[in-house]
């Protein structure tokens, strides 16, 4: 089973192991191999054990203590609960605990086809709730609610988003966890509750949108629904409508989004989303400065600049000739090509 989940998933940071016990072999062996493969690997988040039957399901307990680590174990084994492990415990956040209860109520992978009308009652109506954690519950708080119920919106997974404040923070999830199932928490501090928690600056970074809608769409992929990445259409779009004064932002987004997306297609790794925020904003002001005929001065070195950069932007820039029969100055890719 760990092989073909391996094979499945791909590469991992996870270290899965897969320990046999054969009915002649005393539970003890199998405590010592098992206690002598993990003293090898990285495990001091702790270790999850997923046994089919037997003696491995009661030697979390004894392991606990050979490892001084924490252990918790789930019975009746599967292929798809090992991948759904796999893909929860590099989730941003996500301690043994967390992974622990949510692999509790996992039931495979159902295959149900059901209209947009039925799948959005399910998710209004089933009591579940993201909360979001700042320092009032007011302001910055309002604002990542804002943005988190955009990310959720955008993936077809419109759950309700209550923001709180740092002060009374685990009587006030308490209280909410009373009447409703908190599937996340994403903020500036991690609670003491056994939720699963996303950093604010993972949701900034970009790893943190990918983790929000694994937990809350329940092990579903959801990756058709991701029209790239909301975080950054949203913080761009705010900065954009401050800065530009003739171009209007809303027409203007898609072009930008269209261009990331381009000049992404031909890159190793993705560029981290602080970087993508600045170097959109920068190209929208770019737009506008080619509107008023006022383009930027680069004074820097261009022997430092790699060439390869320079036109990989211009190739993307492309888009804004095509549709907004705009030219960007060659400074501008300059400038974007040093971000970069």
Request: charged share 25%; with cysteine; hydrophobic share 45%.
């Amino acid at each position: 089973m760990v092989e073909v989940a391996q094979r499945l998933f791909g590469t991992t940071d996870v270290s899965v192991l897969a320990v046999d016990m054969p009915l002649e072999v005393r539970p003890q062996a199998v405590l010592d191999k098992m206690a002598a493969m993990l003293q090898s690997v990285p495990c001091l988040k702790g270790v999850l054990i997923l046994a089919d039957m037997g003696s491995l399901c009661n030697l979390g307990p004894s392991l606990e203590k050979r490892l001084d680590v924490p252990v918790r174990t789930i019975d009746m084994v599967s292929t798809p609960l090992i991948l759904e492990a796999m893909r929860k415990a590099e989730l941003a956040g996500m301690d043994l605990d967390g992974l622990y209860d949510s692999l509790a109520s996992f039931h495979g992978y159902e295959a149900r086809d059901v209209t947009q009308d039925e799948a959005l009652e399910k998710v209004t109506d089933d009591g579940r709730v993201v909360v979001t954690i700042c320092s009032t519950g007011k302001g910055t708080a309002l604002k990542l609610k804002s943005l988190i119920e955009e990310i959720l919106r955008g993936a077809g997974q419109p759950l309700p988003v209550i923001p709180v404040g740092l002060v009374k923070l685990e009587e006030h999830l308490r209280e909410i966890a009373e009447s409703h199932r908190i599937v996340a928490a994403v903020g500036v501090k991690k609670p003491a509750l056994r939720i699963p928690f996303i950093p604010l600056e993972a949701i900034i970074g970009g790893e943190g949108e990918n983790a929000l809608l694994e937990l809350v769409a329940g092990g579903h992929d959801t990756s058709h629904q991701r029209q790239g990445s909301r975080v950054v259409q949203s913080l761009c779009a705010e900065s954009l409508c401050k800065f530009l004064t003739y171009l209007n932002p809303e027409k203007v987004m898609p072009l930008l989004m269209e261009f990331d997306e381009r000049l992404e297609a031909g890159r190793r790794e993705p560029l981290p989303n602080p970087l993508r925020i600045r170097l959109l904003v920068h190209c929208g002001c770019a737009l506008e400065r080619c509107v008023v005929r006022k383009p930027l001065h680069y004074g820097g070195s261009l022997a430092e600049l790699r060439t390869e950069k320079v036109e990989a932007l211009k190739a993307a820039a492309e888009i804004f000739s095509e549709k907004l029969h705009l030219t960007l100055a060659a400074d501008e890719y300059y400038f974007m090509a040093e971000m970069i």
